[in-house]
Structures are given as C-alpha cells and as structure tokens.
C-alpha cells in the first residue's frame, strides 16, 4: 500500500508540473501574462503572483528564459518520471532522473536566490513556497525510491482468469 501511495504522488506531481510547462510556462516564454487573458490557469496565476509573486509578472529576461527552459526541456523529463512511478521502473532510469534531478535543483536554487535577493522579493514566503514546494517535495520522493530501497515498485493489478 505503501509503495502504491508514493508511486502514485510521484505521477500525479508530474501530470501537474506538464499541465504547468504546457500553460503558464509556454504562455509566459511567449509573452507576457496580461489581465483579461482566459487561457487554462492564467487567471489565476496572474492573480496568485499580484499578491504574492510581483518579480513572476514584471519578466525580467532572466526568468523568461529559465521559463522557456522549464516549458520545453524539463517536460520530456516529467513524462519520463511519471510513466517510470506508474510502472515501478524508477530505479531502471535513475542516471536519466539523477541527471534531471540535478538540473532542476540547479534551476529551483538559482530561481529563489533571484526571487530573493530581486528588488521584489516575495512578499508572503510561506505563500510563495506553496506552490514552489511540490517540486522538493516530488525530488524527494524520488530521491527516496531510489536510494532507500523505498517502495520498488508500483503495485500490479491481480491477473483475471
């Protein structure tokens, strides 16, 4: 049951990171968000970064271009995670995820170091890191299953017959 509940978290944070490369992310790598926008999660997100993210809306190139990168090149990586946690295969790519893993701390570590030290630093941390945190959280889990011996593999449907 164990192995089912982590292995089934890590797909459903992948699913939602491609929602988020395919949305917002591939939108703002284009052009800048603008109020009155209706495309999939771009109210909200232009709502959510007024109150709590203002450096996300004023784009500098900087992260425009970190942007890009996460919408076109970390979501290869994400399906991969994902299909790998739904078969219990995670363990049999692990240089490909350490590799990806490794970059994305890299991005997320130049990220915050950005966001914080901009002349507009995150208002509400706590809030800020709500919707930073699934990616730690997700890295961990795969950190877990691959060094930890953790849950090996997603659980297989009983055989009918």
């Known amino acids: 049951m164990a192995g089912a509940i982590v292995h089934y ?40 970064c007024e109150k709590f993210n203002p450096l996300f809306l004023s784009r500098p190139e900087w992260m425009r ?10 979501a290869p990586c ?4 994902l299909v790998a946690a739904l078969t219990g295969s995670l363990k049999r790519v692990k240089p490909v995820l350490l ?3 490794g970059a994305k701390l890299n ?15 995150p208002p509400n941390p706590p ?8 990616y730690l959280i997700s890295i961990g889990l795969v950190l877990y299953v691959l060094f930890t011996g953790g849950p ?6 009983a055989k009918q017959g």
């Open 78 to 81: 994400y399906l991969l995670t």
């Open 9 to 48: 978290t890590i797909a459903a944070l992948q699913a939602y990171f491609m929602v988020m490369n395919l949305t917002v992310e591939r939108f703002y790598c284009h052009a800048p968000l603008k109020r009155g926008d209706t495309r999939l999660l771009v109210p909200e997100t232009i709502d959510f």
């Open 152 to 157: 090996p593999r997603a659980p297989q449907r």
């Open 99 to 101: 590799l990806f893993i």
């Open 127 to 134: 809030a800020y890191f709500a919707v930073e945190g699934p």
């Open 107 to 121: 991005a997320i570590g130049f990220y915050h170091f950005m966001e914080f030290t901009s002349s507009m630093p």
């Open 65 to 74: 271009a970190a942007t890009c990168v996460s919408a076109y090149c970390f």
